[in-house]
């Protein structure tokens, strides 16, 4: 209804324009002044109405926006989102934390078979060793020195293969 006013003021100034134009022509230059002052007088009571038109609707559109925003179906429907984003949220990390888990306890893991296969290198070393004192007067010096030499290169680089099969020689050799 409003709109319609405001329309009509509009179209109504465009009209009293032309009229205007219309008196200037036939020389009725007071009434034609007149005219322009009632014409612009009219356009700008349409456009100010327009212009509130446009604000009421504007501002009806936001006040419906702001209670449809905090209806409490909107409001139990945000909570179920946040519900539903929170349950992800909390399956991934868990995903991760997992992974971490498998991941420390591997190298956990690692960590104590390497300081067990050094325990084993350094005992069956000392085994060896052990075997190659009591065979020192049956052997050569440059062989006693040979097998030190590879006791020390198998402890080294944790050769447990290679301790044994020194100390296997060392038998065969009694």
Request: charged share 15%; with cysteine; net charge positive.
């Amino acid at each position: 209804m409003v709109l319609r006013i405001a329309l009509l003021l509009l179209v109504s100034a465009m009209l009293i324009f032309c009229v205007m134009a219309g008196v200037y022509k036939l020389g009725l230059v007071l009434l034609a002044d007149g005219l322009r002052w009632i014409a612009t007088e009219t356009l700008l009571l349409g456009s100010v109405v327009l212009i509130m038109v446009a604000v009421a609707m504007l501002l009806r559109q936001i006040v419906q926006q702001v209670r449809g925003y905090f209806a409490p179906a909107a409001r139990v429907h945000r909570r179920l989102l946040f519900v539903q984003s929170k349950k992800l949220q909390l399956a991934r990390l868990w995903g991760f934390k997992i992974q971490q888990l498998h991941y420390f306890n591997s190298l956990k893991r690692r960590r104590l078979l390497n300081a067990d296969n050094a325990r084993q290198v350094k005992a069956l070393a000392k085994l060896v060793q052990r075997d190659l004192v009591n065979m020192q007067a049956t052997l050569s010096s440059a062989q006693l020195q040979q097998f030190k030499q590879q006791i020390r290169r198998a402890q080294r680089q944790a050769d447990l293969a290679g301790l044994l099969a020194l100390q296997q020689q060392l038998q065969a050799l009694h």
